[in-house]
């Protein structure tokens, strides 16, 4: 394993929480009052787009296709979610990179 994928991850393990809580922050598609984990299963799939910069677009399709097929129900987040976490990855991840190297 080279030092790239040992960073992503511990990016990974260190980030992954953030993300299961800002899905049952901003997307939550079952209501309030679920449990704080109860999306923690959609992280990977939600960080792998992410990761890849697949878009908004491409993580609204994703979180569609979850509620469609897993959870059976939609609340109507799933556009405003998607465009949150992906400025949350960009803020997080991208804008740092960015800086630093514009520094």
Known sequence: MDTGDKARKERYRRCAPELGLLLWAVWDPLGAGVPIDEYDNYVPLIWKLLDEHAGAEAVVAELTRICTERI???????????????AWWYWRFDFPVEFEANS
Request: hydrophobic share 40%; net charge negative; glycine share 14%.
């Open 72 to 86: 059976g129900m939609d609340a109507g987040t799933n556009q405003t979610a998607a465009e949150l976490l992906t």
